[in-house]
């Protein structure tokens, strides 16, 4: 019997991380899902190595770095039509025994779930906050300016959702690190907005979701480990940029008349700014840490 299921992992120089994926997904489904590689200009081996080892993952090279939902849509478009469920997860995530298979028994109970998430957890055990409410440009602005500073605050607290009780539920918008996407849900909305090159392409699609009538739906029965951060954290002088390039957009594309361009002005003067001091604190705390 052929699997319902296709994965689709976007790898940049994984490392071991990606061997970790792959081994851990074996136990995660009882199905025997083709695994493919969207690689976006891996210098490491890492994804040649796999292809090798792992007789179902195929490798498939975009071409450059085309960004994380552009090369997610791309590897879509490589999967067979008749799949139900596409599952979309970082290199650096690992599966908990079970977990892939809970997701698509939630997803039998939830038939309007465009998408679904696990539990997320941390290297260190603790739960990362991977199930969210879509951020409102003032819910937003305030997680923004005191998210780091005032941890506690109503905004972060409402956007992060940390103090909503563990459960089965529909929320905002879920972490891309691993989603079970509906594959109808995922082509009725073109699926990732590729000019997203990375950061907040999550929450786009959460969002498009909801308002195309479908769920985002947090399934904490099923858990993954997420490393985090293995190729981002190493350049903060060019992804704290992105990210706040990604954040003025998703603003700007729900506030697009002419009379908000005053506010669209705002926001992105505004980002600027934060990118610029975030950056800088990046920086100089790496350079204190290899003092």
Partial sequence: ?????????VTYSPGEHLEHFLRTLDDATSEKPQVVMADNGST???PEAAEASHPRARLLRTGGNIGYGGAVNRAAAEIDDDIEFLVVANPDVRWSPGALDALVDAAERWPRAGALGPLVREPDGSVYPSAREVPGLVSGAGHAVLGKVWPGNPWTTRYRQEREAVGERAVGWLSGSCLLLRRSAFDSISG????????????DLGDRLGRAGWLNVYVPTAEVTHAKG??????????LPAHHRSAYRFQADRHPHVWQAPLRLALRIGLAVRSKVAVAAAVRARRDGSD
């Avoid at 019997?1 to 992992?9: D, F, G, N, Y």
């Avoid at 990732?192 to 929450?203: I, K, L, T």
């Fill in 44 to 46: 490491d081996g890492a």
């Fill in 192 to 203: 990732f907005d590729s000019r997203y090159f990375m950061y907040m392409e999550d929450v």
């Fill in 1 to 9: 019997m052929s699997s319902k299921l296709a994965v689709v992992t």
């Fill in 230 to 239: 293995h190729a981002a954290g190493r350049h903060p002088e060019l992804m």
